[in-house]
């Protein structure tokens, strides 16, 4: 059963500040306990979209990359990690590293090229599809 019972519909987004915006208003749905992958190729605007998320979240402050650190931890009302997959593609190194205590943790997980550990993933996970439509323009598709 979903616990989503609010909607968020992705779209078009033209500029970098736009992604950042639409992660903002997709925070409304996001509750903790919510896992979410986002998908797509290098560069489409995951982290981008993470910064408005976690802005909408009630973090102030910098958002970077965990393509280096693997997971980034964020403190606010709910513990929010934000994790990549895109340097450790592997999943018995995933399992090492705790990835099921994090998807169990009741945080919010935000995980980019999910793909990678999709077989662990909860079922009711929320997907997120991004593609590169233009230099600066980016489709966001939630799948559902
Ligand atoms: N509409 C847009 N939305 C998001 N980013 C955009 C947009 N237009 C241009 N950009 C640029 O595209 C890049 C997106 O980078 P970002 O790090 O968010 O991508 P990513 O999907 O997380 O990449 P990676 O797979 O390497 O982690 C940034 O340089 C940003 O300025
Ligand atoms: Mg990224």
């Known amino acids: 059963m979903s616990n ?5 519909d992705g779209g078009i987004f033209k500029s970098c500040d736009e992604t950042i915006q639409g992660g903002k208003s997709f925070s409304d749905i996001v509750f903790p306990g919510t896992v979410i992958g986002l998908g797509g190729g ?12 976690l802005e909408g979240l009630g973090y102030i402050g910098n958002v970077t990359s965990p393509t280096f650190t693997l997971v980034n931890q964020y403190n606010l ?16 190194s995933w399992m090492k590293l705790g990835i099921n205590e994090y998807i169990n943790s009741g945080s919010i997980v935000i995980i980019e090229w999910y793909g990678y550990i999709e077989s ?25």
Do not use: A
């Open 42 to 53: 290098l560069g489409v605007g995951k982290t981008t979209f993470v910064k408005g998320l």
């Open 4 to 8: 989503y019972s609010k909607s968020w």
């Open 77 to 92: 009302d709910s513990t929010i990690y934000h994790i990549d997959c895109y340097r450790e593609t592997d999943l018995e």
């Open 120 to 144: 662990i993933l909860p079922s009711d996970m929320i997907k997120i599809d991004f593609k590169m439509l233009s230099q600066n323009s980016r489709q966001i598709v939630i799948r559902k």
